[in-house]
């Protein structure tokens, strides 16, 4: 057995006691992005990873989506685990028909391994561009495994910041698959929903159909913390424009926050102040991460 890995000095463990959510959730809804980490003794955390965070197993996350009312997950790999989707394969095949996954995947994998992840009930690979979690990877080893994974019929996850976006546009219209957009696209939301970098967001959605993006992590994103009403203004106004291409998540364990230890009955009672509607949170909790994971 491995050596346990100690977590960073200054990583905020996950919250001990979420409160129960007032929101309930329709039936069937999904969790479309969380994570798991470890246990390190039996996955290690990849050598290259930029923090240590601590244990978050699958048994975890799986009480937690109970608890909170959720039916599914969407398991997203992590940078903290590299390119070794060791533990989200694992909790894939825990979790049989009630998970899908996002991995991250070497330009090297065989075709055996990517189908191997197929039926272990990965749907997507993540392209992550945030600099601060990750060392820079040459955009046409991404084009590459995209066209690659194009023939499963995956889709890739993007995560960049706001300010990242006009450089991004070009490598994004490349791109073979339905992409779905982390959080947002990660706005600073001291600008408001009309500063221009949120709008050259929107315009990317409305001039390109195969975009998604999840409505997620207010905690990341929020200045005024908890409950979050700064955030609100932005999930709402692209729930109401694009209701047919956009997930949620709670982020769960919330992978280098800094800030506070988010509360994730807080975070699943932000859902029906961005998708006022229970049409509409039918649409993000259930019709969309149906249709992009398991259809």
């Known amino acids: 057995m491995a050596e346990k890995q100690i977590m960073d000095d200054d990583y905020l463990p996950f919250h001990p006691n979420p409160s129960k959510p007032k929101f309930v959730a329709p039936a069937g809804a999904v969790d479309a992005h969380c994570h798991v980490f470890g246990p390190s003794e039996v996955f290690p955390y990849a050598p290259e990873r930029k923090y240590t965070p601590c244990d978050a197993p699958k048994e975890k996350l799986f009480e937690l989506r109970d608890y909170l009312g959720f039916e599914r997950n969407v398991i997203v790999q992590a940078s903290c685990h590299g390119r070794n989707n060791d533990a989200l394969v694992d909790a894939l095949k825990s979790a049989g028909d009630l998970a899908r996954g996002v991995a991250?995947?070497?330009?090297?994998?065989?075709?055996?391994?990517?189908?191997?992840?197929?039926?272990?009930?990965?749907?997507a690979v993540r392209f992550n561009f945030v600099k601060r979690l990750v060392d820079a990877t040459p955009k046409e080893v991404f084009l590459g495994i995209a066209e690659r994974i194009a023939k499963l019929g995956w889709h890739i996850?993007?995560?960049?910041?706001?300010?990242?976006?006009?450089?991004?546009?070009?490598?994004?219209?490349?791109?073979?698959?339905?992409i779905v957009v982390d959080h947002m696209g990660r706005p600073d939301v001291t600008k408001g929903v009309d500063h221009p970098d949120f709008q050259r967001f929107i315009a990317l959605m409305d001039e390109n159909p195969n975009i998604w993006t999840k409505v997620s992590c207010p905690e990341r994103l929020t200045v005024d913390g908890p409950p979050y009403d700064d955030v609100i203004e932005f999930g709402k106004t692209l729930v109401a424009r694009f209701p047919d291409r956009v997930l949620?998540?709670?982020?769960?364990?919330?992978?280098?926050?800094?800030?506070?230890?988010?509360d994730e009955g807080i975070l699943v009672d932000v859902v029906p102040r961005i998708a006022p509607t229970p049409e509409l949170q039918q649409q993000l909790l259930v019709t969309n991460p149906m249709k992009l994971y398991w259809d």
Do not use: C
């Open 248 to 262: 949620w998540g709670t982020d769960w364990p919330h992978p280098n926050m800094k800030s506070h230890v988010p």
């Open 104 to 123: 991250v995947v070497s330009p090297d994998i065989s075709d055996d391994e990517l189908k191997a992840m197929d039926e272990a009930g990965v749907r």
């Open 157 to 178: 996850v993007v995560y960049f910041e706001a300010p990242d976006l006009e450089e991004l546009t070009p490598f994004l219209k490349q791109l073979p698959t339905t």
